[in-house]
């Protein structure tokens, strides 16, 4: 007779894990206990030694679908004498350590109990069982048990209480599992949050959808607002009162053959749509599609899944519908009923609401398969708070703020980093406080208490500001570009020296001015800029960045092409105006130096007309991309330097794309000649710098590289050129990644002081 005690590290609670332990336990003929902590699972197994030897072997190679195991700890203890295998009720006895699981779409066998008219869930909208169901947006603290959950308020009915209590059942220990006798119910409200008579909310809601009404309908992580994708007049609507005049929105679809109807999809894409975090995937539209309003002047439309068992229900009668944040834009997410009503009356005409509360406001995650891998471009829903795991361990527990867009925050303890949610751009008072929130949250469940405290070098970032007023040993500044450097080498666990190409819209530079098209070299804790693009005035600082014909000034002005300015896509008031942006650059005033790609792309956008003004974020340079035929590569050598040059000089280019449209030239062709040639400069200089500093890996990262044409280009490129090319395939290459990096950073300057 033998015992062995085994603490299991990992993604082990809320995901059948304990279930799972049980039936192994008693297939191996082994008695003893399982019980979460707060450290993971701790099993303690008596037996024959050949069973204990039988049972390791299938803990190491078999586990439930959910579940992600990083560490088994064991160790022998003297037999007590066990005579049969029971699951004990959790304990707290050390500092957490177990990871939460992330939010789940609804798996097949509820899938299939919510069509069976003879199952007792038939069309029930809150179906989960142990391998499906909410997680991270449900929970108070650890460890995962009913009582540290919003679903502590239902209490189990009878029928219910069986299954949770029986081993065997596949709800055994299932925290949310509920039925229509016990569990959270559907209310429909109208605009001032009063019921609406009917007896069945979701019959009533498919009725109005289907006349052309907007509902706000409360899902897993928040609402949404819902409405006909086919109904133009409707999406319309939901457009002029949301405020959101071009940015695409988001569909979900009752399945994969209805999303084939509208779209290109690769077997990679099936999977990353059907995967348990059901996130947007963007997708590549079939020729000759076109759904009005829904994606204007777009080449991809993003699809998601049902997210969860209302969806799915909501799905079975309309087989596409427009899905988007229930929030006026750039607010966060509206999660609370009380709250909706307040927030959205303007937006909905109807709310469908129910009562399991939502802990943490969680919006829909958004991944692209690029390059044959998949790129996360907003990290939400499904896949927060997994923790991507560093080289090495930090010293200390961190917190790192993130960056002023695209705002995520990230919490490390040990080789752990855990991520908030999207929270979005800090530019508003709501924002800011869901920025505290999160971090408030996340502290908590995780009983992490940061010492150090890491924040983006521009002081006017409110993330710096915030965490500069936080009382902590050490507050770290990180450059914004290091920290995206910084970010891909700790996602693929590389912490040698590396040349970074790092290309984005915008970040604070040592030297004051706005950087952005960088060449870097370095490692977590130092760098050097080996190049960059050679910078020009941004005229009317944050104005250049709405009114893309501002930038195309200024890089006419810097190429000497300044009989090109009457052809720029832009008003007789701002054509008239133009004189005085070239007084304010030669002045300096209002006219911030940038050596930003993004920015570039928006001046290339603007020569080429296709627009003088934006509505969203990067809307010229994705337009950019879609204009461009990549049927054929086009490159123009001669615009590109000879030799080695820190400045990276693009005024050839500028002039070359000048003569192309003097010439007639297609505008789809000077697009793409525009991404080759572009492409080529970095990839020139990232030569230089192997040559220099004789080393061979090269990491990408920054927002511009989203833009897929140039990201596959300069991959192929690098490849060619025998390069070792570090991505993104965790955390967005964008400033949703920038927490990684800063704690990145932080963590080996904390290890080189000790």
């Keep these: 007779m033998k015992r062995i005690d085994i603490t299991v590290h990992g993604i082990v609670q809320g995901v059948g894990f304990r279930p799972w332990i049980y039936r192994l336990a008693h297939e191996c003929r082994l008695n003893g206990h399982v019980s979460n902590n707060s450290e993971g699972v701790h099993i303690a197994i008596e037996g024959q030694p050949g069973q204990i030897e039988r049972f390791m072997q299938r803990l190491r190679a078999e586990t439930p679908p959910l579940a992600h195991i990083t560490r088994i700890e064991c160790s022998e203890g003297r037999p007590q004498g066990a005579a049969t295998f029971r699951i004990l009720a959790s304990s707290r006895d050390s500092l957490p350590d177990t990871l939460i699981s992330p939010d ?88 001032r949050g009063w019921p609406l008579d009917t007896a069945d909310p979701l019959q009533e809601t498919i009725t109005r959808l289907r006349r052309g009404e907007i509902g706000a309908i409360r899902g897993i992580g928040g609402f949404h607002l819902v409405a006909d994708a086919f109904n133009a007049e409707t999406v319309a609507t939901l457009r002029r009162r949301k405020g959101r005049a071009e940015k695409p929105f988001a569909l979900m679809a009752r399945d994969i053959a209805t999303i084939r109807r509208y779209c290109r999809v690769s077997e990679a894409e099936v999977r990353s749509l059907q995967q348990a975090a059901r996130p947007i995937v963007l997708l590549r539209k079939k020729a000759g599609v076109d759904i009005p309003g829904v994606a204007p002047g777009n080449r991809w439309l993003g699809f998601m899944l049902p997210s969860t068992p209302l969806h799915a229900l909501l799905s079975e009668h309309m087989s596409v519908l427009v899905m988007t944040s229930a929030n006026f834009s750039e607010e966060p997410i509206a999660i609370g009923n009380e709250e909706a009503v307040q927030r959205l009356a303007g937006l909905a005409d109807f709310f469908l609401i129910h009562d399991r509360d939502i802990l943490q406001r969680c919006d829909d995650a958004i991944v692209r398969i690029v390059a044959g891998a998949e790129r996360p471009i907003r990290r939400a829903r499904g896949f927060v708070p997994a923790p991507v795991f560093l080289h090495k361990p930090s010293p200390a527990p961190l ?155 200024s890089w006419l002005n810097a190429a000497e092409q300044q009989d090109f300015f009457s052809h720029l896509p832009c008003s007789p008031q701002q054509l008239d105006s133009i004189p005085l942006l070239l007084q304010m650059m030669r002045s300096t005033l209002n006219s911030p130096l940038t050596s930003s790609c993004g920015r570039l792309f928006d ?152």
């Excluded at 949770?164 to 229509?180: E, G, I, K, L």
């Excluded at 040592?510 to 130092?526: A, Q, S, Y």
């Excluded at 490159?635 to 003097?662: C, K, T």
């Design 603 to 754: 001046a290339v956008a603007a020569l080429l007309g296709l627009r003088g003004e934006i509505s969203y974020e990067a809307q010229a340079a994705i337009e950019l991309e879609m204009l461009a035929d990549a049927r054929e590569r086009v490159l123009w050598p001669e615009v590109l330097p000879d030799g080695v040059s820190a400045a990276l000089d693009a005024r050839p280019l500028i002039r070359r794309i000048v003569a192309e449209l003097a010439a007639g030239t297609a505008r789809e062709k000077i697009a793409m000649g525009f991404h080759c040639t572009l492409a080529e400069l970095f990839v020139r200089s990232a030569c230089a710098a192997r040559e220099a500093g004789d080393c061979n890996r090269v990491g990408l990262s920054g927002g511009v590289f989203q833009n897929t044409l140039l990201f596959e280009l300069m991959l192929a490129r690098l490849q060619e050129e025998k390069f070792e090319v570090l991505t993104h395939k965790q955390v967005p290459s964008n400033d949703g990644g920038i927490a990684l990096g800063q704690i990145a950073v932080a963590a080996a300057r904390l290890r080189a002081e000790r």
């Design 104 to 191: 789940v779409g609804p798996c097949p066998d509820c899938l299939r109990e919510l069509s069976d008219p003879n199952d007792r869930r038939f069309h029930y909208p809150f179906i989960n069982c142990t391998n499906c169901g909410p997680r991270f947006t449900i929970i108070s603290a650890l460890p995962y048990d009913r009582p540290n959950t919003s679903m502590h308020v239902f209490a189990l009915c009878p029928e219910c209480a069986r299954e949770y209590h029986d081993p065997v059942d596949r709800r055994f220990h299932a925290q949310p599992n509920a039925c229509p006798a016990c569990g959270p119910t559907l209310k429909l409200l109208d605009t």
């Design 399 to 553: 917190l790192a703020c993130g960056a002023e867009l695209k705002n995520t925050i990230a919490l490390c303890r040990g080789d752990a980093v855990f991520f908030s949610q999207h929270i979005g751009d800090l530019d508003n008072p709501s924002a800011l406080a869901f920025f505290e929130e999160c971090i408030r949250h996340l502290q908590n469940v995780l009983e992490i208490r940061p010492q150090h405290l890491v924040h983006d070098l521009h002081p006017e970032y409110l993330s710096t500001k915030w965490a500069l007023a936080q009382p902590a040993e050490q507050h770290i500044a990180v450059q914004h570009h290091h920290a995206h450097l910084a970010a891909v080498m700790a996602e693929n666990r590389v912490h040698a020296p590396c040349i970074g190409i790092i290309l984005d819209g915008t970040g604070y530079g040592t030297d004051g001015t706005i950087w952005g098209g960088e060449v870097l070299t370095g490692d977590m804790r130092e760098f050097s800029r080996f190049a960059w693009l050679q910078p020009v005035p941004m005229p009317g600082g944050s104005a250049a960045i709405r009114q893309p014909w501002r930038m195309a000034v």
